[in-house]
């Protein structure tokens, strides 16, 4: 079935870091993959999407690309504030299950 | 504001109770979704519901039930409640379903006592 593993973390860094998190899949078909971040207290927003190979999301200096080859769709952002504290999702929607699967989740801590 | 609605947003209770949980979907929606967050299984899939009808069911316990009425509206009824319950529970609606984009409501916090 549809999987997703995600670095678990917690991560912490400090205000203007570079931040990755890896997220790998495994699925059949074509599948859409999501990140969705949770902050303390909330529930789940979507941060940005990606439905086919090579697309690329992007949504408030984030950026992830959907790489069929690898199987990934790793979370980056160049410079992160301390407002981006709070727990990450990896998830994808497979073509063939109308189900999201989630990865673990990372929660990241930025210190000022 | 992802325009999914959960009622309510807090709800303590004791062994053995039933509760129900509410969700109203983004207007236009068509499926609704419950998912139960927990620290100890992250976030599982529980059930689907598409226009009325139940259309996918995963890791749902058959203490538990959910329907979803005519207005789109759906209720997620748990009974015999165990300590193990206790869980962020979510509802998430999309258009119709096949890799689509969920958008998740703020969840409801259930404690267990």
């Known amino acids: 079935g549809n999987s997703v593993t995600q670095m678990e973390g917690p991560v912490t860094l400090s205000e203007e870091a570079f931040l990755t998190i890896n997220c790998t899949y495994t699925a059949t078909g074509y599948p859409s993959l999501f990140w969705y971040v949770q902050y303390p207290g909330e529930g789940l927003q979507l941060l940005l999407k990606a439905t086919k190979a090579d697309d690329k999301g992007s949504n408030k200096g984030f950026e992830a690309t959907y790489r069929k080859e690898t199987t990934s769709f790793h979370l980056e952002k160049g410079s992160v504030q301390v407002s981006d504290s709070a727990v990450y999702f990896c998830a994808l929607g497979g073509s063939n299950d109308y189900k999201l699967s989630f990865g673990a989740g990372t929660t990241v801590t930025v210190r000022a | 504001d992802s325009g999914v609605t959960q009622t309510p947003k807090h709800l303590i209770t004791a062994t053995g109770q039933r509760v129900t949980l509410r969700c109203s979907p983004r207007?236009?929606?068509?499926?609704v979704y419950w998912y139960q967050q927990s620290l100890d299984q992250g976030l599982q899939f529980l059930i689907q519901?598409?226009?009325?009808?139940?259309?996918a069911k995963g890791n749902i316990l058959e203490r538990f039930s959910a329907q979803q009425f005519p207005d789109l509206h759906s209720e997620l009824n748990l009974s015999s409640l165990e300590l193990g319950d206790s869980a962020l529970y979510f509802c998430?609606?999309?258009?119709?379903?096949?890799?689509?984009?969920?958008?998740f409501g703020p969840g409801t916090r259930l404690l267990v006592l």
């Open positions: 998430a609606s999309s258009y119709r379903g096949l890799g689509e984009t969920q958008y």
């Open positions: 207007s236009g929606d068509l499926s």
């Open positions: 519901y598409y226009n009325g009808e139940e259309r």
